[in-house]
């Protein structure tokens, strides 16, 4: 019955009961150790890496490198996936439509994995070298737009 349901025996304890005397084993400073900023009611750290007000490790080692992000990100689609389109003339919109990419405005980059065996001409912003040869070799044509 619903009523005799018990947690498994070791999965529930008890909450630590701070303050109550000695026998307790967390009685006097209950468990926060003696004086200090981490002693204290209400008192924080400031900020991770914070060190007592020395100086922190993430200040005191010297910055080294460099990070770059690209500017651009293209949306990536290769030929195989333009055989799922029956069209001759194939736009950024007919990529979208087909769910091949994610958003109309972002850009595209064709690349060369997979065959093609229609002429199929199509506009995309950015092309590998594979894939034009292989749209030509198909008889088709790619047209760059920037």
């Keep these: 019955m619903a009523y005799e349901l018990k947690p498994k025996k070791g999965s529930v304890k008890d909450k630590k009961r701070l303050g109550c005397g000695r026998g307790s084993g967390l009685g006097k400073t209950s468990g ?16 991770m890496g914070f060190e007592g007000g020395q100086m922190p490790l993430y200040r005191r080692i010297p910055k080294r490198g ?21 069209k001759k003339e194939i736009s950024i919109q007919d990529l979208y439509n087909t769910g091949l990419i994610k958003k109309v405005d972002s850009k595209v980059k064709l690349l060369g994995d997979g065959e093609i065996s229609k002429p199929v001409v199509i506009s995309v912003n950015k092309v590998s070298e594979s894939a034009v040869k292989k749209i030509e070799a198909a008889g088709g044509k790619v047209n760059l737009i920037s």
Excluded: T
Excluded at 32 to 47: I, L
Excluded at 67 to 86: A, F, G, K, S, T
């Design 66 to 86: 460099f990070n770059h992000e690209p500017n651009e990100n293209y949306e990536i689609v290769n030929i195989r996936d333009l055989m799922l389109i029956d």
């Design 32 to 47: 926060k150790g003696h004086k200090g900023q981490r002693a204290r009611s209400g008192q924080k750290r400031p900020y």
